[in-house]
């Protein structure tokens, strides 16, 4: 038998598979198009001037451009008032050529990003995040409108991995209502057998040695070690947590939850960091657009 030294994990490469996808839906885009002269419409709104949320957005709208989808850009001052932002939620509401909106998180600590995401009307709600689309996704036998896009990105890379879901034992790491509480969902719906792995779980090594899929997602830097994975597992790292590196220019690098090195050794396959999750929630949310598009115009 090989040492597990000889041992290499499949790199399972977001950014190829996130261009495929991206180029399934500007065939889509296209033939919509072609079809009934509409193309989907994206709004992402944002507030403030924090880097990252600016990076992110600038991101999303130059999706949106390759693939054809239509991107209305709201850009807001930091001081804006809440009752200002939400009367433009209901403009983007009401705009028949808007079919997905996106209010860029976190806001401001003035406005109540809850009361803000809930006017978000329902059939435009391209993230995922009304409370009645994670209500249905909670329910047996109920289907959201659409599913959050970075737990969407989660397990579209292990379908067109080859990994199925459907009776596998699946511990995610975290439970924020971005990830970690609808990816455990989802791979419930999938019929996995999930467990939730967070900040007060006693032993946390003792429950993701027994998963044969593991979605990191806690935010916590280089938290699992090679020696918590279950030789062959698959491992899907949403983590990204900035580490200092004097080498580098920017001062800093990219990691992950999962120590990359370490796992590699273990692990049946892995995302990298960068370039595995993070491609495929840009690739999710225009996939969500052009469904929410095609539920419209081709009514």
């Known amino acids: 038998m090989a040492s597990s030294s000889d041992h290499k994990a499949t790199i399972i490469d977001g950014k190829a598979i996130a261009q ?15 079809k009934y002269s509409k193309v989907p419409g994206l ?61 860029q998180l976190p806001l401001p600590k003035h406005i109540n990003e809850e009361k803000v995401l809930s006017e978000i009307s329902l059939e435009k709600d391209v993230d995922g995040f009304h409370p009645l ?11 959201p409108l ?4 970075t737990p969407k990105g989660c397990l579209e890379l292990l379908s067109r991995s080859g990994i199925s879901i459907k009776g596998k034992k699946a511990v995610v790491v975290g ?8 990816v455990s969902l989802m ?37 699992i070690k090679g020696s918590w994975i279950k030789p062959g597992a698959a491992v899907i790292d949403v983590g990204t947590n900035a580490v200092d590196d004097p080498t580098k220019k920017s001062g800093y690098r990219l990691v992950g939850d999962v120590d990359f090195q370490e796992a590699c050794k273990i692990a049946g396959c892995i995302t990298p960091v960068p370039g595995g999750v993070g491609p495929m929630t840009v690739a999710m949310l225009l996939r969500n657009t052009l469904d929410g598009a095609k539920r419209v115009i081709e009514q």
């Open 43 to 103: 709004a992402v709104v944002i507030v403030g001037h924090r880097k990252d949320s600016q990076s992110y957005v600038g991101m999303k709208r130059k999706a949106c451009a390759e693939v054809g989808i239509k991107s209305f850009d709201v850009d807001l001052p930091e001081e804006v008032p809440e009752s200002e932002l939400i009367s433009k939620v209901h403009e983007l509401n009401a705009n028949p050529d808007v079919h997905g909106i996106l209010v």
């Open 175 to 182: 439970r924020s209502n971005i990830v970690g509480l609808p």
């Open 133 to 143: 689309n994670i209500g249905k996704l909670a329910m047996k036998g109920r289907e």
């Open 20 to 34: 495929t996808i991206r180029s399934e839906i500007a065939d889509e885009v296209r033939q919509l198009s072609q």
């Open 146 to 149: 659409f599913h959050p896009c």
């Open 187 to 223: 791979l419930l719906k999938a019929d996995a057998t999930v467990s939730i792995v967070h900040s007060r779980t006693p032993d946390p090594e003792r429950l993701i040695r027994e998963a044969d899929i593991i979605i990191a997602a806690a935010g916590q830097a280089l938290m």
